[in-house]
């Protein structure tokens, strides 16, 4: 069994990544947001980001029953977060990354 050091809050938010601090950064790549906690989010993107690259995530749809959670449950609904881990998740001919993000400290 899994331990966890803070509780995850489940969620069903539109976010936009983008690279931080690159020539890139103007790139957008789409994906939900499925579960937060105060140290990171899971999130299931289009694309597959290396191990360590550092995102900017937007929060583009909050669901009304979440529009009142406090930052010390861990939502932001915008994060500087470094990708932890990502693989591929495959579903009825599609595929998308299952991906665990870290909040950054700025």
């Not at 331990?3 to 489940?10: I, P």
């Not at 290396?50 to 909050?62: C, N, Q, S, Y």
């Not at 861990?74 to 909040?103: C, E, M």
């Amino acid at each position: 069994m899994e331990k966890r050091t803070s509780s995850r809050h489940e969620i069903e938010s539109s976010i936009v990544c983008s690279y931080f601090n690159s020539r890139n950064s103007n790139e957008a790549f789409h994906g939900k947001m499925k579960n937060y906690c105060d140290s990171g989010m899971y999130a299931e993107l289009q694309v597959q980001f290396k191990e360590g690259t550092v995102l900017l995530v937007r929060t583009k749809r909050i669901p009304l029953e979440r529009s009142r959670t406090k930052i010390e449950d861990g939502f932001r609904s915008i994060s500087l977060v470094q990708v932890k881990w990502s693989k591929p998740i495959y579903d009825n001919g599609s595929t998308r990354f299952a991906t665990g993000l870290k909040h950054l400290v700025v």
